[in-house]
């Protein structure tokens, strides 16, 4: 089984900065990409920044300039630095990444379970 586990949400003022992180464990073979989304209450789910394994990372442009998606493949793990915080950056956010189990497998999508970030004096 594979897991994605994500940890540093919390409460944060505006003008503040958390750090989240997540870390993928379980059967693991290969991960491909590796992002991080955000859900707002009434929203839709959205991209904040993916992490491919090939190529640029990219953001959405509502975070540009603000947050840093880095990877670390040797501990399979994904962080988002998110300076300058804003209300509208309030969501849970969600890990994800594209993993293969086996090799030669073809990879899927596994998800964390979220973790909140509230914005707010």
């Known amino acids: 089984q594979v897991q994605l586990v994500e940890s540093g949400g919390g409460l944060v003022q505006p003008g503040g900065s958390l750090r989240l992180s997540c870390a993928a464990s379980g059967m693991i073979f290969g991960i491909r990409d590796m992002g991080w989304y955000r859900q707002a209450p009434g929203k839709q789910r959205e991209l904040v920044a993916r992490f491919p394994s090939v190529g640029r990372t990219n953001y959405a442009d509502s975070v540009k300039g603000r947050f840093t998606i880095s990877r670390d493949n040797a501990k399979n793990t994904v962080y988002l630095q998110m300076l300058s915080l804003k209300p509208g950056d309030t969501a849970v956010y969600y890990c994800?990444?594209?993993?293969?189990?086996?090799?030669?497998?073809?990879?899927?999508?596994?998800w964390g379970q979220g973790t909140q970030v509230t914005v707010s004096s």
């Open positions: 994800n990444a594209e993993i293969s189990v086996t090799r030669g497998g073809y990879p899927r999508d596994y």
